[in-house]
Each structure stands twice: as structure tokens, then as C-alpha cells.
């Protein structure tokens, strides 16, 4: 008797440690847990090394999930600019042929589960709920302390493998070689376009970038990468030879063209040709607006190509149904009707000239007010002088929620330096978008944008405008 007694008194004992260990319950208390955790997203000042970003926590909780990340096939794709909208374009053509599809991307807008999406669906709050508390589960168990990219990274590869997906394309977070979605064995690598960005982590020249970028390579594993200017592709080629990869780049091994038309209603289009051993893409319509989405859709095209080598199956005319239904938010995304407000999570110098030159070339508008606010540790004059050549007025503020955020007087500041053009302060989005309304008339242009945060509050501020109308 007494034995049994210490025996339910262990039991009772152990069982209150494991609740006080693992205290995810809810979806609200999933989400306040991993926003607890280290957030490089959010930091001003990163240390970019082996030790801070340790891939060694990654392997050893996938390891003690069942490593969920090899039992999916997986799609990588690197670079600077362009990630989201090819990762769309080809999950939508791979969803059109019939494919289960998860799909990860950060950083959300709204609500964290857009990053985890399966089947153009996000992961449900029960799933999340379930997932995040098994991975912090596991974490503690191999006593390692994650930070919040980790642990939502590891939630993704856990639930494709729950859900079974026939292939996921896995987006990285920062750089390449050391982020945490760098523990993956894909099968089949992409690189889009590089550029300078994070240069007070990933280095200060586009080559140190593109070789950080890079090396996501792995051996005998194909890899495929968007035309790039001369000393990326040097640095890319010289990365795969070491890798023992083979390496394609659009434009030089593999026939790409594009090209601007105008249909008889007047309607710009982007169309691309794309050549290969598999397949001829002619005269291919790009689903999403701006010269530089050509591109893009031109990699997504090329790894549709190579998945065909590996076994995927495709047929044309889904391919084309399910390329032209691609869209993508956040991203040249008309949110609001009267007045016109779109937005855009332009956050660096190249996508901003991007924005500029897609608004120019498809959205009609006699004016253009910009509402601009983006983090202090971007390269903020080169992103201001891309604004001044075309926004007419700006509003500068900043996101509420997010630490990195440049103050508005600042910008502005800095600004004053680079143009003369007409500019205000507003302390929050809501007010900027208050003075921007009153400054336009019908046929002007609202464009909120200079990051994903800033996107996110607009959207979030809008929906709840939408509710009271």
C-alpha cells in the first residue's frame, strides 16, 4: 500500500511539471508564447554568425519531432526581392495540376498563420495550437532555447508531414546559409533576384550577399536562379562548382525572353517565352503587374521544367489556368476603392523602383500620395531617393507594433536633403491615411508602403473601416 501511495504521488508530481513546462493551450496563448521568444524580424542589431544563428537547435528539434522535414519533398527558394511572388506562381500552378501544396513565407501581415499555408489554406488555430506546443515540447526536451523563427519554421515542416503534402516550397527568412530553413534536403533549389539588403548582416557588397544566399546549393541537388548582373552569377557559379551542384540561370542556360503588350482595351501586359528540353512556354501571359514579376515568372516556369525531370506531372492547360489565377497580397494589392489605396511591401531601394515603374505602367492616376515608413536599419536614403522620383507628396509614419521602425521625423529629415517635394509626419497609419484622404480627390492614387509591417496596420485598419460601412 504504501509503495503504491510514493507511486500516485510520483505520477501526480511528474504530470504537474509537464503542464508547468508546456503551458500552450490556446491559440492566444500559442501566439503570445512564440512572440516571447527572440525575434531577429525585429531586432535593429543582429550578430550574424554561426552562434546566433545555430542551425544545431533546428537539427535537434526536427530530430526529436521524427525530422518531418525529410519525409516531404521541398522546393527552397533564396534571394532579395522576389521570393513571394514566385513561391505564388509556382504553388498556384503546382495546386492547378492536382498537387497538395504547403507553402512557407514570412513575415505575415495579419495573422501569423499566413506563413504556414497548406492548399491555399492556412493552418487552422486548433492545428496551430497543437503544433506549436508539440515543437516547444520538443525544444525543452533537448533543452535548447529557439528563437521564434525556429519554432514557427519547425511548426511548418511538422505540419506538412502531418498533412502529407506531395511537395512544399520552403521560403527563406534571412540570407541562406545559416537561417533556420537551411536544415532542409530539397529537391530542387531557387535563387531570385539579389540585391543589397540587410548589408549590416549579410555583408556590404552584392557578391558577399549573393554567396550568403547561395548557400542554400546542396550537392547533386539542381538549382535554378533568375537572371542576375554579372558579379551575382560569377559568385552563384562559383558556389555551385564547390557545391557539386548543377546550376542554371535563366537567360543564360535556359532561352528566356519578355516583353510589354498592349491589348485592344488598352490593358499593358507582361509576356514571357521560356525554353527548355521539357517544355516551351510562348508568349506566356505574367499574372502578376510590373516589368520585373517577368522574371520572376520566368523562374517559377523554369522549375516547373525541372520538377518535370523529377517525376512531377503537368499538363499545359492547367499550367496556364492556374499561372493566370495567381495572385498574391500585399503586393501591388488595390485595397481600398474611393480613394484609391494600394498597397505594397516595398521594403529596399530595388523593389521600391519596382513599385514606381508597375504603378506607372498600370495604374492610371493623376496624382500620387505616399504614405512611407519603413526600418531604421534598411538602406533608408536609397529607398528615399526612389520615392522622390515618384510620389508627389508624402506622408512619413511608422508601424506601431514594430521595433525596427525608423521615426517619422527622421525620414523626413533625410528626406529634406534629397528633395524638395511636399511631405508631413503623421504619428500613426491611421492619421496618415486620415490626412492622405483629405488631400486627394478621385482620380488620385493612396500608396502605403516601405514595409510588410507597415502593409499589415494599413490592412488591418482598412478591414475594420470595411466593417463599419
Known amino acids: 500500500m504504501a509503495t503504491a501511495k510514493i507511486t500516485t504521488k510520483k505520477r501526480t508530481k511528474k504530470k504537474a511539471v509537464k503542464s508547468k513546462v508546456n503551458p500552450i493551450k490556446t491559440f492566444s496563448s500559442a501566439v503570445s508564447y512564440l512572440l516571447e521568444q527572440t525575434d531577429y524580424e525585429r531586432m535593429r ?27 516531404v519533398p521541398m522546393v527552397h527558394v533564396a534571394g532579395t526581392v522576389g521570393k513571394g511572388s ?30 504556414i499555408v497548406v492548399n491555399d489554406e492556412m493552418i487552422g488555430e486548433d492545428e496551430f495550437t497543437e503544433t506549436v506546443a508539440e515543437v516547444v515540447a520538443a525544444a525543452k526536451k533537448r533543452n535548447v532555447t529557439p528563437t521564434f523563427f525556429e519554432l514557427i519554421t519547425a511548426c511548418a515542416f511538422k505540419y506538412f508531414a502531418q498533412k502529407a503534402v506531395d511537395i512544399a516550397v520552403i521560403e527563406t527568412g534571412l540570407g541562406g546559409r545559416l537561417d533556420s530553413t537551411n536544415v532542409i534536403n530539397p529537391i530542387l533549389t ?54 557539386m551542384c548543377e546550376l542554371e540561370i535563366v537567360g543564360d542556360d535556359i532561352e528566356f525572353s519578355s516583353r ?12 514571357i517565352c521560356i525554353i527548355t528540353e521539357e517544355s516551351q512556354f510562348m508568349h506566356t501571359p505574367v499574372p502578376l503587374q510590373g516589368a520585373h514579376q517577368a522574371r520572376n515568372c520566368g523562374l517559377a516556369l523554369a522549375a516547373i521544367c525541372k520538377l518535370k525531370t523529377l517525376g512531377f506531372k503537368f499538363e499545359d492547360a492547367n499550367l496556364y489556368e492556374s499561372l493566370c489565377n495567381s495572385t498574391i497580397e500585399g503586393r501591388m494589392e488595390l485595397a481600398w476603392d474611393k480613394p484609391k489605396i494600394l498597397v505594397d511591401g516595398a521594403h529596399n531601394p530595388a523593389s521600391l523602383q519596382s513599385l514606381i ?23 533608408v536614403d536609397g529607398m528615399l531617393r526612389e520615392l522622390s522620383l515618384g510620389a508627389d507628396k508624402i506622408i512619413f509614419t511608422k508601424s506601431q507594433g514594430n521595433p525596427r521602425a525608423a521615426e517619422p521625423l527622421v525620414l523626413q529629415r533625410r528626406f ?54
Open 190 to 243: 531557387l535563387i531570385t533576384q539579389i540585391d543589397l539588403d540587410h548589408t549590416h548582416i549579410l555583408g556590404n557588397s552584392i557578391e558577399e550577399i549573393a554567396k550568403e544566399k547561395a548557400g542554400i546549393f546542396k550537392k547533386s541537388i539542381p538549382a535554378i536562379s533568375c537572371q542576375q548582373i554579372d558579379g551575382v552569377c560569377d559568385v552563384l557559379r562559383k558556389t555551385a562548382e564547390k557545391t
Open 357 to 379: 515603374r508597375s504603378i506607372g505602367a498600370h495604374i492610371p492616376y493623376d496624382s500620387m500620395v505616399c504614405i512611407f515608413g519603413c526600418c531604421a536599419d534598411k538602406d
Open 416 to 469: 529634406a536633403e534629397i528633395s524638395g517635394k511636399m511631405t508631413q509626419v503623421a504619428h500613426t497609419l491611421g492619421e496618415a491615411l486620415e490626412i492622405a484622404a483629405r488631400a486627394t480627390s478621385r482620380d488620385d492614387l493612396i500608396c502605403v508602403t516601405g514595409s510588410f509591417y507597415l502593409v499589415g496596420d494599413a490592412k488591418k485598419h482598412l478591414t475594420e473601416l470595411a466593417k463599419k460601412r
Open 86 to 115: 514566385t513561391v505564388e506562381m509556382l504553388t498556384s500552378m503546382l495546386r492547378g495540376n492536382g498537387y497538395a501544396v504547403g507553402k512557407y513565407t514570412s513575415p505575415h501581415l495579419i495573422d501569423i498563420r499566413e506563413r
Open 45 to 71: 542589431v543582429v550578430k550574424y554568425d554561426e552562434d546566433t544563428f545555430k542551425l544545431d537547435r533546428m537539427r535537434d528539434i526536427l530530430d526529436e519531432l521524427g525530422n518531418p522535414q525529410d519525409q
Open 260 to 271: 510589354f503588350v498592349t491589348s485592344n482595351a488598352g490593358i499593358v501586359q507582361n509576356r
